[in-house]
């Protein structure tokens, strides 16, 4: 029998005590700052591309920051930051769907067909847009599971066919007027949240932090753990609320909430709980590493293929008729020009990589904000679109780069 050395449980004592007071906001910064430097940035690059666009803006047009100019913001954010959720799920396995745009025009068209052109309920009519998107991401899914086309062919053949589909629909005319002072209209150009209710939640997210950190400290000190900090997790909800609530405050200041825009980080919500929360989420982020790996784990890994497709290309259906909603009307340039290059770049710029394995849904939140206000701030300043194009390319193309390096030093760290 071997007995244990007093000096490696005098160690093993000292570390623990080490991790013990690293339960502080120094050790909370000192785990931050190793994180960072092991290439785990998370929506850090993201945030601060965010800051230093609002300065730059406001110090050329302080109508940038205006509160009456967010909520316009906001409102463009919903339609096409959908579709960048959606663009999340199949990029965090490595794939690609370039058929977003078209489904969304198509999802429109749709709406304009069975609603305004045949008379049929408008619920009836969103729901076949919603199911449309689901079956053309099922036949994405077969495509790629079962005849292994690549998902880079198959989506740009879709792009193609379901513009040409869209096209059909809309006929001659080549545009469908919405009802203007229908509710659905009204939700994509009008409708605000109640004052009360855009501070209440703003109370809510931190408020489950909290409750979510004080019960999982009580469980862990049930099963014989160490608990949580909870002046850390106190102090990460409090700071939570505050900026929320700020924010509330100053859209309330103009018009207020959108209620499109509430939806919009309803469906992230939604989204965000099922890949951190469920065994699917778990499932994604497994396949998206290492697909091999996951298959001999036992994961079904053509079912997390065809999910993915399918909830990419339903939520681009949503997209497009938000963007119905929005704009009043749908035509033949729904769906069409930079709505495929600012829903995919939505996604990398909020910090999804394009190599599978890592992502959030509130990286499409994060990136979509970074790509309007761009978009707004050189409205607001007169400047060409062609413009917007090369910045927001120039935006994605430093997203891509320090992803890559992220990734390589995370390789890097991991070895060592």
Not at 2 to 7: K, N, V
Not at 221 to 227: D, Q
Not at 349 to 358: A, N, Q, W
Not at 379 to 405: C, W
Request: contains cysteine.
């Amino acid at each position: 029998m071997t007995m244990p050395d007093p000096q490696n449980a005098a160690a093993l004592d000292r570390a623990d005590s080490r991790v013990r007071n690293d339960d502080s906001f120094a050790g909370a910064w000192r785990g931050f700052v190793d994180r960072v430097r092991s290439g785990d940035l998370g929506m850090l690059p993201v945030i601060v591309g965010l800051i230093l666009i609002s300065v730059v803006f406001t110090a050329l047009n302080p109508v940038f920051l205006a509160p009456n100019n967010l909520v316009n913001l906001l409102f463009d954010c919903a339609t096409v930051g959908v579709i960048s959720l959606g663009i999340v799920c199949v990029l965090m396995l490595g794939e690609i769907d370039l058929s977003v745009g078209s489904m969304s025009g198509l999802a429109s068209a749709i709406i304009g067909v069975l609603w305004v052109n045949t008379g049929m309920p408008l619920p009836v009519a969103i729901l076949a847009a919603l199911a449309t998107g689901a079956l053309v991401g099922f036949v994405y899914a077969i495509f790629y599971t079962r005849l292994g086309m690549p998902s880079f062919v198959a989506t740009l053949a879709g792009l193609l066919a379901l513009l040409g589909l869209q096209l059909y629909l809309l006929g001659a005319t080549g545009s469908i007027n919405l009802p203007f002072q229908s509710d659905l209209v009204r939700f994509g150009q009008t409708l605000i949240m109640p004052d009360w209710l855009s501070y209440l939640l703003a109370i809510i997210p931190g408020a489950l932090i909290a409750f979510n950190g004080w019960r999982t400290s009580h469980r862990r000190v049930a099963a014989g753990l160490s608990p949580l900090a909870m002046r850390l997790v106190f102090a990460k909800a409090i700071a939570l609320t505050l900026a929320l609530g700020i924010a509330a405050w100053y859209l309330n200041l103009g018009r207020g909430l959108p209620w499109m825009f509430a939806l919009f980080v309803l469906i992230a919500v939604v989204l965000n709980y099922g890949l951190t929360r469920t065994k699917w989420g778990r499932s994604m982020f497994a396949v998206g590493g290492n697909r091999e790996a996951a298959r001999r784990a036992g994961i079904n890994v053509k079912r997390i293929y065809t999910s993915a497709f399918v909830i990419c290309s339903t939520l681009a259906a949503a997209g497009g008729i938000l963007a119905a909603s929005r704009l009043a009307s749908s035509s033949q340039q729904a769906g069409t020009g930079d709505v495929n290059l600012n829903a995919i770049a939505a996604a990398v710029i909020g910090g999804t990589s394009l190599f599978g394995g890592r992502g959030s849904a509130w990286s499409a939140v994060l990136g979509i904000i970074v790509i309007q206000a761009i978009s707004n701030g050189l409205t607001l300043l007169n400047l060409s679109s062609s413009l917007r194009y090369m910045i927001t390319g120039a935006v994605l193309a430093i997203a891509v780069i320090v992803d890559s390096l992220a990734r390589r030093s995370r390789v890097t760290h991991g070895r060592a």
